[in-house]
């Protein structure tokens, strides 16, 4: 199933992490193209812009941010989108994205990703504000399912559902995290098979792949373990249902050597669908 943005099937990624510069630059592996994160690379030089320059020249690189904000009651921070725009702008990044919630207020950054209720009222703000972040960046902005691990009171539709609406209202594409929708479902008691029926598959530019943390009675999105077979089983039908998508690897916390990072990307092709 072609998206409709027409962007293009990556294949196969990693996240690109300073623990790895030093093996990627001296044999460059087969990896079809690394995720960054967007603020990382805003505002600075040195070491991580003279990696980042030097991966670009043999690997797409694409921007996944972590304080765009879109769910405060902050002002949108348009100095922030500026930078964003000319670090896609010069790397060339086929899209960007960042995620479904809000990462803090009165101008203080939480640095985590918080939750949003789920409900008409936020669904026409984040929409306007998805709008306005796509002007301000002249491209579709690719939107992200978070890791929740609480619900409000106040909400009145299903996550995927909101997530849903807020995409075709604003026309935005989707990043689809089997993770994330795996550790949301186990905390909220929730179907993932019902949840990914929900999702809009032709939005759908990227999957995120990732390890979590099981404690029993919840979850929490770690990305510093191998994935687990229920996930790899979400992945897998995605793929039935979607065909091939550029699919990445998170691995975040307790970051392993790059080959056995590597050994779990390649885990991602037995799922891919003859084309």
């Not at 930078?83 to 990044?93: C, E, P, Q, S």
């Amino acid at each position: 199933m072609p998206n409709r943005f027409g962007f293009p099937d990556l294949g196969f990624g990693l996240g690109l992490r300073p623990e790895h510069y030093d093996h990627l630059t001296r044999y460059w592996p087969r990896v079809d193209w690394f995720e960054v994160i967007s603020e990382n690379f805003l505002d600075t030089g040195g070491r991580p812009q003279y990696f980042l320059d030097l991966v670009r020249e043999r690997y797409p690189i694409v921007l996944h941010g972590v304080s765009l904000n879109i769910g405060s009651t902050d002002p949108l921070d348009m100095v922030y989108l500026r930078k964003l725009k000319a670090l896609a702008d010069r790397i060339g990044t086929p899209w960007m994205g960042d995620h479904v919630c809000w990462t803090g207020v009165g101008g203080v950054n939480g640095h985590d990703l918080y939750p949003i209720p789920y409900n008409d009222e936020t669904l026409a703000y984040l929409v306007e504000r998805v709008r306005a972040v796509q002007e301000v960046l002249e491209r579709p902005l690719v939107l992200e399912n978070p890791s929740t691990y609480a619900t409000f009171a106040a909400s009145t539709m299903h996550e995927a559902d909101f997530i849903c609406r807020l995409a075709e209202s604003a026309d935005a594409a989707l990043l689809l995290d089997v993770n994330n929708v795996h550790v949301s479902c186990k905390n909220h008691d929730l179907d993932p098979l019902d949840y990914l029926s929900r999702i809009p598959l032709d939005r759908v530019v990227q999957v995120h792949v990732a390890g979590h943390s099981d404690y029993g009675d919840y979850c929490i999105d770690t990305h510093d373990h191998v994935v687990i077979d229920p996930v790899w089983a979400l992945y897998a039908e995605v793929q039935r249902r979607a065909g091939p998508i550029a699919t990445l690897l998170e691995w975040d916390g307790k970051i392993p050597e790059l080959p056995v990072a590597l050994a779990e990307l390649a885990k991602c092709r037995a799922y891919r669908p003859p084309r």
